[in-house]
């Protein structure tokens, strides 16, 4: 009969953790590489270094839509607190000019992104603030053509919702943004 050790919970939140980090850093060295699943040291980029964005922007996100076969990269720009976006080809060529998915003149910061398959969109959600309640905020958009699809919208009721995350099922349709509120 074996006998295992206790663990300390804390041990194993960090163990998860580190795992869980060097397995997002293979994929987004894969995802970024444009290669199929092989180990991250046979991966290389597709191309050299390019520009997408400026000098103050900062926390970028990606996701792939797979009708276009191309990615949206999304960042907030610290110049103007916005968060703008704009499309990589799956070739690693930038895809049309920047282009703004948050509402002047209210603050946008942390932006995240995930690509709906059958309605060919994304969501891009971030923090918001500067006079709308200071709420998680979204913003579909088009995979297509990169148009907004409608206005911005609150994503979430609880005032000070920072960092949000996005996923969505093709099983259901839906979209899951989960965020943090301190306190």
């Not at 995240?112 to 923090?127: C, G, I, K, M, S």
Request: charged share 20%.
């Amino acid at each position: 009969k074996e006998t295992r050790e206790a663990m300390p919970t804390d041990a194993i939140h960090l163990r998860s953790r580190e795992r869980r980090r060097s397995l997002l850093s293979a994929v987004a060295l894969l995802v970024l590489a444009g290669a199929v699943l092989t180990p991250p040291a046979a991966a290389g980029p597709v191309r050299g270094n390019f520009e997408i964005s400026g000098p103050e922007c900062r926390f970028p996100d990606v996701a792939h839509g797979s009708a276009g076969d191309r990615y949206l990269v999304v960042w907030a720009d610290y110049s103007v607190t916005r968060v703008f976006g704009r499309f990589v080809s799956s070739s690693g060529e930038v895809d049309g000019d920047p282009f703004p998915i948050s509402e002047a003149p209210y603050g946008a910061l942390f932006p995240a992104v995930a690509y709906n398959a059958v309605d060919d969109e994304l969501l891009v959600t971030w923090d918001d603030f500067g006079g709308r309640g200071e709420v998680i905020h979204g913003q579909r958009v088009r995979a297509a053509d990169g148009e907004l699809a409608g206005g911005n919208f609150a994503i979430g009721s609880r005032q000070g919702g920072i960092r949000s995350a996005v996923a969505w099922s093709g099983a259901s349709n839906v979209y899951l943004v989960v965020y943090f509120v301190p306190g």
